[in-house]
């Protein structure tokens, strides 16, 4: 299955523009999917499909792809998105999903 | 609104056994698959187990293989996870999760239940 590598942590300024990354490690690279979770609660699925957003999720919340490297990009970051974030994909029979180690993004 | 409520966790000695629970609502749960998702202390997100709509198929991470058992009752919209054989590492947050529609996602999670496996 894959790795997916994301970096430990990820500072900005509100209002300013975060962006996290997530690479795989080997191909084919399934959809990815990216979850917040803020501290002491569940997690929350804020992007799947690489860059389709669920209903409800905050349009600054975007997706994008390219090869085997996903970006969660946060415009116009407000201190309520001090947050974990995950990204996930899939096994390679699409069974389960594997999940990056997480990105600690810290709103200044 | 969708509800996921675990149940079950607390302290338990290294090889002892505990039993969780997830009561679904407002969602009819045999038309989904579902897994559990763990949290250690700390630490990033992690699969644990998958049953799929009728609970005819079962996945386990090769971590929990053999010791835990994923089960499903549809008629009263309930999930469990029996964990056996338990290890100080199987101490985590135990989060019940919806798989999604549209991939292999996680769309609804419920709160969480807390096990911690220490002498």
């Known amino acids: 299955s894959y790795e997916l590598t994301q970096p430990p942590s990820v500072s900005v300024s509100p209002g300013q523009t975060a962006r996290i990354t997530c690479s795989a490690d080997?191909?084919?690279?399934?959809?990815a999917y990216w979850y917040q979770q803020k501290a002491g609660q569940a997690p929350v699925l804020l992007i799947y499909k690489d860059i389709e957003r669920p209903s409800g999720i905050p349009k600054r919340f975007s997706g994008s792809s390219s090869g085997t490297t996903v970006t969660l990009t946060i415009d116009g970051v407000q201190p309520e998105d001090e947050a974990d974030y995950y990204c996930q994909s899939a096994d390679n029979s699409a069974t389960y999903g594997v999940f990056g180690g997480g990105t600690k993004l810290t709103v200044l | 609104e969708v509800q996921l409520v675990e149940s079950g966790g607390g302290l338990v000695q290294p090889g002892g056994s505990l039993r969780l629970s997830c009561a679904a609502s407002?969602?009819?749960?045999?038309?989904?698959?579902m897994h559990w998702v763990r949290q250690a202390p700390g630490k990033g997100l992690v699969w644990v187990s998958r049953?799929?709509?009728?609970?005819?198929?079962?996945v386990y991470a090769d971590s929990v293989r053999g010791r835990f058992t994923i089960s499903r009752d549809n008629a009263e919209n309930t999930l469990y996870l029996q964990m056996n054989s338990l290890r100080v590492e199987d101490t985590a947050v135990y989060y019940c999760v919806r798989h999604c529609t549209y991939g292999v996602c996680y769309a609804d999670w419920g709160q969480g239940t807390l096990v911690t496996v220490s002498s």
């Open positions: 049953i799929n709509s009728d609970g005819s198929t079962t």
């Open positions: 080997a191909f084919p690279k399934e959809y």
């Open positions: 407002g969602l009819t749960l045999s038309r989904y698959s």
